[in-house]
């Protein structure tokens, strides 16, 4: 592995998302584990933006799994209604609420919950509880095949030993939080190279002979 290429990385990372971070009512750091892992939950397959109009009133209606438990499916999918996939996700909701006093707190025990993925319980443990561990989605895909072009494996165990190496000791919250916003608004599906701190060492833009902008255009 190019240990300089990880740590120009790691350190830029985290200077960009210095100024750039973006504000969501769960990223409090005094958020409940409950709290975090709706949103979460939430976020899956929905953008930022919808889940945001959606959680500070489904929290205020359920604060806690008792709340749920004491609800039913119906009144959940209604709830939830302009995220999507309100009819699954009230129904997991609800098992959840109704098999578990309390969420797990262990990453692997979180994921056995239903409909809850490597993802979901990683980054639910990771923000809530600062658990140091990555979190691997399309996105930090997109990211890392870019950067480490070269080095980026194709097996998802050797990935998520990879990316467990880029985390930055004792600040994986702060990192992985940098990661989603970074995917979201500058290394995007057409990705913003002119405006990366990256575009120095990322192999992808570094692969073309001139680099191409999101705006559609070439840049130098
Ligand atoms: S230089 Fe371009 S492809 Fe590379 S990390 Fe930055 S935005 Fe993504």
Known sequence: MDESRVERFRVGILEWSEDNVRRYPWRDPESSLYEVFVAEFFLTQTPAENVAQVYPKFLSQYPSLEAVRRSDV???????????????????????????????????????????????????????????????????????????????????????????????????????????????????????????FANEFCMYYQSTSAGVDGSGEWSE
């Open 74 to 196: 119906a009144s959940l999918a209604d709830a939830i209604e302009p995220l999507g996939f309100q009819n699954i996700r009230s129904e997991a909701l609800f098992t959840i609420a109704s098999e578990y006093d309390s969420l797990p707190t262990d990453p692997t025990d979180l994921r056995e919950l239903p409909r809850v993925g490597e993802y979901v319980a990683n980054a639910t443990a990771c923000f809530a509880l600062d658990a140091q561990i990555p979190i691997l989605d399309r996105n930090v895909d997109r990211i890392y095949s870019r950067v480490f072009a070269d080095e980026w494996p194709e097996s998802p165990s050797e990935q998520t030993e990879f990316a467990a190496h880029l985390l930055p000791e004792g600040e994986a919250r702060k990192y992985n939080l940098a990661l989603l916003d970074f995917a979201a608004a500058i290394c995007t599906p057409e990705p913003r190279c002119s405006e990366c």
